[in-house]
């Protein structure tokens, strides 16, 4: 179902507002292509892809366990008196064993890394997209309103020309001509003062995006968000899936894991070992087995009590992590209601106020009304117009916010 509908883009024409009547179905967005190379190439995806690699590896050390096989051996000589010297050596072969249960947690402690790092990508990634929309629509937004006063200045030249000819011919005060100069000299400052911000927000735009500029031409009105009202999926269900609270989720499960895994540790892995020697020449020959105990009590129930605490503090932030989303797809849900309502109010608004400007001129050119009452008017329906764009833009910022978080959904 295309959500996009044709739109009247407004255009100053004779320097007055008229509708430009052109039919477009696509959102004001910048390239797909080239948002998804600046989504992967910002440093912030970069550093959580490289995390994800880290937590890969990681995980695989852990699956193998952080003990290996020692090999060890000595020499050393035996001087009997009376008997002479002998040439000895021991050697020993051992590895601490991990208790049973203890090699399921960490292989489990290992997939639960992998699952927040893989999360912590997804939401870096849509925190870059959020950001370079940001940027793009303070760049389109500064584009458009020196779009729109550019054609007012042109119109203005064109008025003023005119009315300072017809003060020459003794039809029109020299006021008129005075407003028409005053009104021309406002705009142009306004318009020098729009292009360096325009500048401004392009180079801002550029340290995103490899674009060379974020100037559109025409684009679509904003779309009415269509809703399934048989069966909405509620925030909180919606926040569930949320990028930022399966991180938080896999953290706090890895932690609860991690807490379980130093209980486990208070009976300490022991290593065992096999061994081998010779003494007096080879006339003795020593094998036995070794086993070896670490002791240390306190230690490890003062780090039993700190790891319960860290998986404590884990949950506490998923709850508070949960409740931030939820809020968040409340608050973008209802952003992309209510900049559509704004776009919608402001659009009927700058209507009549492109009306009154042609009555006002039409009048002004019959001489029922003063160059200054169709200055006001023009001035009033310019405003509109500005405000209508700006809201315009607002609610497709809105509505692609809104895109994003359900995409990263899919994605998650």
Same mark, same amino acid.
Request: hydrophobic share 45%; glycine share 6%.
């Given at each position: 179902?295309?959500?996009?509908?044709?739109?009247?883009?407004?255009?100053?024409?004779?320097?007055?507002?008229?509708?430009?009547?052109?039919?477009?179905?696509?959102?004001?967005?910048?390239?797909?292509?080239?948002?998804?190379?600046?989504?992967?190439?910002? +440093?912030?995806?970069?550093f959580a892809r490289a995390r994800l690699t880290e937590a890969q590896h990681q995980a695989t050390l852990d699956a193998l366990g952080p003990y290996d096989?020692?090999?060890?051996?000595?020499?050393?000589? =035996?001087?009997?008196?009376? *008997?002479?010297?002998?040439?000895?050596?021991?050697?020993?072969?051992?590895?601490?064993?991990?208790?049973?249960g203890k090699a399921q947690l960490d292989r489990k402690i290992g997939q639960l890394r992998m699952q927040q790092a893989t999360a912590e990508l997804l939401l870096a990634k849509r925190s870059t997209h959020a950001?370079?929309?940001?940027?793009?629509?303070?760049?389109?937004?500064?584009?458009?309103?020196? =779009?729109?006063?550019? /054609?007012?200045? /042109?119109f203005l030249q064109t008025m003023t020309d005119s009315v300072v000819k017809r003060r020459r011919a003794g039809d029109l005060a020299e006021l008129d001509e005075a407003l028409a100069s005053a009104e021309l000299a406002s705009v142009r400052?306004?318009?020098?003062? =729009?292009?360096?911000?325009?500048?401004?927000?392009?180079?801002?735009?550029? #340290?995103?995006?490899?674009?060379?500029?974020?100037?559109?031409?025409?684009?679509?009105? +904003? +779309?009415?968000?269509?809703?399934?009202?048989?069966?909405?999926?509620?925030?909180? *269900? !919606?926040?569930?899936?949320?990028?930022?609270?399966?991180?938080?989720?896999?953290?706090?499960?890895?932690?609860?894991?991690?807490?379980?895994?130093?209980?486990?540790? !208070?009976?300490?892995?022991?290593?065992?070992?096999? #061994?081998?020697g010779r003494e007096r020449d080879g006339a003795e020959r020593i094998g036995g087995l070794t086993i070896s105990i670490p002791l240390g009590v306190r230690r490890r129930i003062v780090d039993t009590a700190r790891a319960g605490a860290t998986a404590t503090a884990a949950a506490a932030e998923l709850e508070a992590t949960r409740h931030d989303a939820e809020r968040r797809w409340i608050q973008i849900d209802a952003d992309a209601r209510r900049t559509y309502q704004a776009w919608s109010a402001l659009a009927e608004? *700058?209507?009549?106020?492109?009306?009154?400007?042609?009555?006002?001129?039409?009048?002004?050119?019959?001489?029922?009304?003063?160059?200054?009452?169709?200055?006001?008017?023009?001035? #009033?329906?310019? /405003?509109?117009?500005?405000?209508?764009r700006a809201a315009a833009l607002q609610?497709?910022?809105? /509505?692609?916010?809104?895109?994003?978080f359900v995409a990263s959904l899919s994605e998650s």
């Amino acid at each position: 179902m295309n959500r996009y509908r044709p739109f009247s883009v407004l255009a100053l024409t004779s320097g007055f507002l008229l509708p430009l009547s052109v039919s477009f179905a696509a959102p004001p967005l910048p390239p797909a292509d080239a948002l998804q190379r600046g989504v992967d190439s910002a +440093p912030a995806v970069q550093f959580a892809r490289a995390r994800l690699t880290e937590a890969q590896h990681q995980a695989t050390l852990d699956a193998l366990g952080p003990y290996d096989w020692i090999v060890s051996g000595a020499s050393a000589q =035996r001087r009997v008196e009376g *008997e002479g010297s002998f040439q000895e050596w021991d050697t020993a072969l051992e590895r601490t064993v991990r208790l049973p249960g203890k090699a399921q947690l960490d292989r489990k402690i290992g997939q639960l890394r992998m699952q927040q790092a893989t999360a912590e990508l997804l939401l870096a990634k849509r925190s870059t997209h959020a950001a370079i929309l940001d940027a793009w629509f303070v760049c389109l937004g500064a584009r458009e309103r020196v =779009r729109l006063l550019e /054609q007012d200045l /042109q119109f203005l030249q064109t008025m003023t020309d005119s009315v300072v000819k017809r003060r020459r011919a003794g039809d029109l005060a020299e006021l008129d001509e005075a407003l028409a100069s005053a009104e021309l000299a406002s705009v142009r400052a306004e318009v020098i003062a =729009r292009r360096a911000d325009a500048v401004s927000t392009s180079r801002l735009f550029a #340290t995103w995006l490899e674009a060379s500029s974020c100037d559109l031409g025409s684009w679509d009105a +904003p +779309p009415l968000r269509s809703t399934d009202a048989s069966a909405p999926v509620p925030a909180a *269900e !919606r926040a569930l899936s949320d990028p930022g609270v399966l991180a938080g989720q896999a953290a706090a499960d890895r932690a609860a894991a991690t807490a379980t895994r130093v209980r486990r540790d !208070r009976w300490p892995d022991p290593t065992l070992g096999v #061994t081998y020697g010779r003494e007096r020449d080879g006339a003795e020959r020593i094998g036995g087995l070794t086993i070896s105990i670490p002791l240390g009590v306190r230690r490890r129930i003062v780090d039993t009590a700190r790891a319960g605490a860290t998986a404590t503090a884990a949950a506490a932030e998923l709850e508070a992590t949960r409740h931030d989303a939820e809020r968040r797809w409340i608050q973008i849900d209802a952003d992309a209601r209510r900049t559509y309502q704004a776009w919608s109010a402001l659009a009927e608004a *700058e209507r009549q106020q492109r009306r009154a400007a042609d009555l006002s001129q039409r009048a002004f050119e019959l001489g029922e009304a003063s160059l200054a009452e169709a200055l006001v008017a023009r001035r #009033t329906a310019l /405003q509109a117009a500005l405000a209508e764009r700006a809201a315009a833009l607002q609610s497709w910022h809105a /509505q692609a916010v809104y895109d994003s978080f359900v995409a990263s959904l899919s994605e998650s």
